[in-house]
């Protein structure tokens, strides 16, 4: 199973080590394919992991090219990027979520999309909370595997990434 296509525009567009991540995720759900009917596992958090961390490494370098962060904040240890695309952390400097596409009700929309499953496919995935202990099913799963991959499609197809409208 591969989740984007090898033809596609951001297929070309992710960098390496990007498209390294994706590959492994795809062997991860492969294999947990074949046995998810007849093992049962509490938690499917795991098969969300290379896929959110591909995000990660997609958003900051979709951000450098875009213009919001600098060089030396894309190689910088301390760049967060929840707190940078955080629509209610608009008092940051570095706050990029107004500035995704030009701005305007397009660059908001896809902005809107990226926070979503950033905060749905990586802070309430990984984030452990005593009080709303949340574990993933299977299809659960899935569908934040394909919403990430949906939101940095629309983030390529509707940004004028390093001059050209992908």
């Known amino acids: ?4 296509d090898r033809t596609s525009t951001l297929w070309q567009y992710i960098k390496p080590e990007i498209r390294e991540l994706i590959e492994d995720g795809e062997i991860i759900l492969n294999f947990v394919y074949k046995y ?7 938690d499917y958090s795991f098969l969300v992991f290379p896929f959110s961390k591909a ?6 370098g979709f951000f450098l090219d875009l213009g919001l962060i600098r060089e030396e904040e894309y190689f910088s240890d301390d760049i967060r990027i929840g707190r940078i695309l955080n629509p209610y ?10 500035k ?3 701005g305007g009700k397009a660059g908001t ?6 926070w979503n ?6 802070n309430l995935v990984f984030h452990y909370f005593p009080h709303n202990y949340r574990r993933l099913g299977y299809d659960e799963a899935l569908d934040i595997i394909n919403e990430v991959i949906g939101a940095m499609n629309t983030a390529v197809m509707h940004c004028n ?3 050209k409208k992908h």
């Open 100 to 102: 995704v596409c030009g």
């Open 109 to 114: 929309e896809v902005a809107h999309r990226l």
């Open 36 to 42: 998810h009917e007849k093992e049962e596992i509490s």
């Open 89 to 98: 952390f608009t008092h940051e400097k570095a706050n990029v979520f107004n």
């Open 55 to 60: 995000y990660e490494g997609f958003l900051k």
């Open 161 to 163: 990434v390093d001059g």
């Open 1 to 4: 199973m591969q989740v984007i």
């Open 117 to 122: 499953i950033w905060k749905r496919g990586r």
